[in-house]
């Protein structure tokens, strides 16, 4: 799509948001199941734990990271994404693994890792500082878990992980045969847009967010609004009607300057542009767009919108109505979901 007005104003009177910049506010406080951070977890040396990390924070994004007791940040070895295996390897799901330094989670992202520590070894799961969006929040640092090596057991459990080929990779597969059939497979444009609405004091001003098919250019931006018939328990108006057994390639342009993510029931779905390769996921990260100036009005520039693509598989998944959304509850709660239909 071309540049899109942006919602916020980045001067107002004498208020100035740097549309470049990284944010306004931070999550303060945060908690390891329950227990405040940073958490403390003593395992067995030499022994290999699977660690399954959640954000179940409403809004608050996380970029995950593992650190040494020098301080030098250590690669952690992905298995799973979202609750499923990075190996298209049902029988031997941790099996292969993908290493990173560094993985940005959205709210309700969870990431499974695989590690072993040798004795006397202690690592920190840490949230590092990252720019993510300049209207929203700044991710901050914070210390999650600390994990220490305890005494190591008799007979350790012993699992042999390799580095994950393109071969073995799950998403990597469900691309191969999207891409070799591609009278399977249909594209659309779905678009994030943001704006504030005046109401001249009663109610007061409020935000409301979108999320569109904009395949069509005679589309229409709405809120969330189910309509059911009589006796009915789910939506009879859906916002998108797919066809079971099809292949979907869905271009998400994002055109608001905050981050947004994107998440989908019922199913997961290839993110084809998640960083390292592509990965099966239920929730992606969507990131902000570029600003651009715009000549009719300096204080509120022009957003050129960030496209993320996503391969979506409705051949295994039930007929019905399900609801896709971004997982920003603020957002959410706002407009920011919309209704499918599988026939």
């Known amino acids: 799509p071309p540049a899109w007005p942006s919602a916020t104003a980045v001067r107002a009177g004498r208020t100035w948001m740097n549309p470049h910049g990284c944010g306004i506010f931070d999550v303060p406080l945060s908690t390891i199941d329950g227990v405040g951070t940073p ?8 022994e290999p734990q699977l660690l399954r990390f959640l954000d179940a924070t409403s809004d608050s994004f996380k970029y995950l990271r593992l650190r040494d007791a020098d301080g030098n940040v250590q690669a952690m070895h992905i298995v799973g994404r979202d609750g499923v295996p990075v190996s298209a390897d049902d029988d031997h799901p941790l099996a292969r693994y993908v290493s990173t330094n560094g993985l940005l989670l959205p709210p309700t992202g969870r990431v499974d890792i695989l590690l072993t520590l040798t004795p006397g070894k202690k690592l920190t799961l840490y949230g590092d500082a990252r720019c993510i969006n300049p209207s929203g929040e700044i991710v901050l640092r914070h210390d999650f878990l600390t994990i ?3 005494p190591p057991p008799q007979k350790p459990t012993v699992i ?8 073995d990779s799950r998403a990597r597969t469900l691309e191969r045969f999207a891409f070799s059939h591609p009278n399977l ?19 007061p001003m ?17 809120p969330f609004s189910p309509v059911y018939a009589k006796d009915g328990t789910v939506p009879a108006n859906p916002d998108i009607v797919v066809k079971h057994g099809t292949i979907e390639e869905w271009y998400i342009f994002n055109a608001t300057l905050e981050v947004h993510s994107f998440h989908i029931h019922q199913m997961a779905f290839a993110a084809e542009d998640e960083p390292g390769g592509p990965a099966m ?7 902000v767009g570029k600003v651009l100036p715009n000549a009719a009005d300096p204080n509120y520039p022009l957003i050129k919108p960030s496209r993320t693509r996503v391969l ?7 007929r019905g109505e399900f609801v896709f959304h971004c997982h920003m509850l603020f957002h959410e709660d706002r407009g920011m979901m919309a209704t499918i239909r599988v026939e």
């Open 39 to 46: 958490a403390h977890l003593i395992v067995p040396a030499n």
């Open 148 to 150: 220490e090596a305890g």
């Open 160 to 167: 042999a992980s390799a580095p994950l080929t393109a071969a």
């Open 185 to 203: 497979v249909r594209r659309r444009a779905i678009t994030y847009t943001a704006y504030v609405i005046p109401t001249g004091g009663k109610p």
């Open 206 to 222: 409020h935000p409301e967010f979108y999320i569109t098919d904009t395949t069509n250019p005679n589309f229409h931006e709405h």
């Open 281 to 287: 996921l239920d929730t992606a990260v969507i990131p």
């Open 312 to 318: 979506l598989d409705f051949r295994n998944v039930p």
